[in-house]
């Protein structure tokens, strides 16, 4: 690739990646507000748990049709039109006068924007050589992580000062700025690459196409951990890490905002040293396998130690945010299993896992929480969240068992084969 084509990819990728910040925004601003609402809203945890769960089952969803499309129509188009769609989620959201409204419009916003991760991906994968991969993609997660920097401390401040009507009203104007990027910028492959000149799949086709992905031998341990280990660690990171601070440990919002500020500081960090580390190590698999054995390992010690030091639970919080980094293996782990042709359908399919475990992860820990009765003051109990972090871990755990059976696919490998 010359450095003409090597410097435009880079912009392309950069392009996305900030459009990608308002999906992290939207997916994640419950962990900091999310008492507020139920407050407001007068809505227990069961519903604040759907509400959340209502954006990734929108953008799982979403996850099968927008690879057949990345596969014939391109990252440029499918991305501009399912912005469009998360546009108008996040102004029926803003505009909301009720829980079920909020329903609808937080659905919308994560089937519109549930093309952005696997759209980057799709990009990256005919911009670049695969071994830079992980670490572009990581790039691209860690850009899309100022939009969680955003869900925590400035969104507690901001609310505070304007409310949280006025913050979302921006948040989905600039969403529409960025999709006018995306349709001027964005171009889904180089000169000269196969997708160009291909020739369109007729519907059989396509369907056949993702027939041949399902049938791929690793990806049902591949989409096992997919399921679990994201679902996890965003419930911890994008639901209910703020409250527990709160209800459990006393914090104010703005400090429960500031812990989860550094948190995904620390997910960032764990970007830049995770995303190059499959090259450095020459594995995807065993990488993916100790990450998510730290997370089940924190979230034990969360489950089992009864009234921790406030400092304990703080520091859980902000190490799950660095280690859970590591899931970025997963997705390259996957992502090296598929030819060009099967890109957008089979990264489509290994999203549809991660966000379906979300969806369903965020759903259930509402209705764990709600099992147990509220103390005096209506805060959730210690026992509570402890039941729900042991409920995770033993998840993980599972995950880990099947996960350990797949067959790894190495860089090296890959660049012998000369794939890409």
């Known amino acids: 690739m010359s450095s003409i084509h090597r410097r435009q990819g880079l912009i392309i990728v950069g392009t996305l990646a900030t459009a990608y910040v308002a999906s992290h925004f939207f997916r994640a601003f419950n962990v900091t507000i999310g008492l507020d609402l139920m407050r407001d809203l007068r809505i227990g945890p069961e519903a604040l748990g759907a509400l959340t769960g209502a954006f990734f089952f929108g953008f799982s969803s979403m996850q099968i049709p927008c690879g057949f499309f990345f596969d014939r129509y391109g990252p440029r188009l499918t991305v501009f039109g399912m912005l469009v769609v998360a546009i108008i989620g996040g102004s029926i959201f803003t505009l909301a006068p009720d829980w079920r409204t909020l329903l609808i419009g937080r659905a919308m916003m994560g089937a519109g924007f549930g093309v952005m ?230 990264m489509a399919t290994i999203n549809t896992s991660v966000m379906l475990g979300v969806a369903c992860m965020q759903t259930l820990s509402g209705v764990i929480l709600g099992a147990f009765e509220p103390g005096s003051d209506g805060a959730r109990t210690e026992l509570a969240y402890r039941s729900l972090f042991g409920f995770m871990g033993l998840v993980l755990i599972a995950a880990i068992a099947v996960y350990s059976r797949s067959a790894d696919v190495r860089p090296s490998d890959e660049v012998k084969a000369g794939r890409g």
């Not at 869900?151 to 949280?164: I, S």
């Not at 889904?188 to 196969?194: L, M, Q, S, Y």
């Not at 280990?229 to 104010?252: K, S």
């Open 117 to 346: 991760l696997i759209g980057s991906m799709v990009v990256i994968s005919r911009w670049f050589p695969p071994d830079r991969f992980s670490t572009l993609s990581s790039m691209v997660l860690s850009i899309g992580l100022v939009g969680n920097l955003l869900a925590t401390t400035p969104l507690a401040w901001a609310v505070d000062v304007v409310g949280w009507r006025s913050v979302f009203g921006g948040v989905v104007v600039f969403t529409a700025l960025a999709a006018v990027a995306v349709l001027l910028i964005v171009r889904d492959a180089p000169p000269g690459h196969p997708f160009l000149t291909r020739r369109s799949e007729s519907p059989k086709e396509m369907v056949k196409g993702l027939a041949d992905v399902l049938r791929t031998p690793t990806l049902p341990f591949i989409l096992t951990l997919n399921f679990c280990n994201y679902a996890c660690t965003f419930t911890v990171q994008g639901l209910w890490g703020g409250p527990f601070l709160r209800e459990v440990h006393g914090l104010t919002k703005i400090q429960s905002g500031n812990v989860l500020l550094a948190a995904v500081v620390a997910y960032q960090v764990g970007q830049l040293v995770f995303g190059p580390m499959d090259r450095v190590l020459d594995t995807r698999k065993w990488i993916a396998l100790t990450g998510t054995s730290v997370v089940a390992g924190i979230m034990a010690l969360l489950a089992l130690w009864g009234h921790p030091p406030a400092f304990v639970a703080i520091g859980a919080i902000v190490l799950i945010g660095f280690v859970s980094a590591s899931s970025t293996m997963i997705m390259a782990h996957g992502r090296a299993t598929f030819p060009d042709r099967l890109i957008g359908r089979g």
